[in-house]
Structure formats: structure tokens, C-alpha cells
């Protein structure tokens, strides 16, 4: 079993800057591929970006790619996601995720989820 934990979301202007942090316990977090997904009201939870065990290949969703960062510190067993130019539409709630073996981009596919934290673009 893994616990996640995110923290950081809150409401921003459009062009803000947030940066989300989750939190793991309960397994070796180095194994384990880490996402961020984010559901706005009435939609599909949708794949945002992901990184591997160790940090060095990431994906994103085309829409956040030059805007968003994901990166992890094993030693602290976290994975954040810095967000730059938030847009309206960068509005919903983002959750956390990890699974075993490799990248896939399906929120079926992945295992453990957090609560979730709600970001906000508005102005």
C-alpha cells in the first residue's frame, strides 16, 4: 500500500504560478513511475504529466508543456508539480499518482491515488 499526500493547490490570476507537492509513504518510493492527473467538474480525470523512477524522462500533456514541471526527490519521497502560466482552463482538481513498471498514460492504469488539491484560475 502507498499513501499520497498533496499539498500546494489554492486560486491564482491568470498567468500565477503554483507549485504542488505530494508526499508518499508505505513502499520503496524509487520504485514506483509517479503522475499528476487533474479532473475538472463533469469530466474525465486526465493525464497531466509523469515521470520515471529516477527522475530523468518526463511526459506531458501537450497542452502543459512548456508551462508545467514535474519533478521528484527520492531521498524526500516527493513528487512536485511546478505550474507556470496558469490559464482558466488549467482549473480543476489535481491528483497524485503512482504505479509500478512503466509510463502509461491511462488513470485506469495507476494504482494509488492521493485526495486530490484544487487549483483555481480565475481572474
Known amino acids: 500500500q502507498v499513501h499520497l499526500v498533496e499539498s500546494g493547490g489554492g486560486s491564482v490570476q491568470p498567468g500565477g504560478s503554483l507549485k504542488l507537492s505530494c508526499a508518499a509513504s508505505?513502499?520503496?518510493?524509487?520504485?514506483?513511475?509517479m503522475g499528476w492527473f487533474r479532473q475538472s467538474p463533469g469530466k474525465e480525470r486526465d493525464f497531466v504529466a509523469t515521470?520515471?523512477?529516477?527522475?530523468?524522462?518526463?511526459k506531458y500533456v501537450d497542452s502543459v508543456e512548456s508551462r508545467f514541471t514535474i519533478s521528484r526527490d527520492n531521498a524526500q519521497n516527493t513528487v512536485y508539480l511546478q505550474m507556470k502560466g496558469l490559464q482558466p482552463e488549467d482549473t480543476a482538481v489535481y491528483y497524485c499518482?503512482?504505479?509500478?513498471?512503466?509510463?502509461?498514460?491511462?488513470?485506469?492504469?495507476?494504482?494509488?491515488w492521493g485526495q486530490g488539491t484544487q487549483v483555481t484560475v480565475s481572474s
Open positions: 499518482a503512482t504505479k509500478l513498471g512503466g509510463i502509461i498514460i491511462k488513470a485506469v492504469a495507476w494504482t494509488y
Open positions: 515521470i520515471d523512477r529516477i527522475g530523468h524522462s518526463t
Open positions: 508505505g513502499r520503496t518510493f524509487s520504485n514506483y513511475v
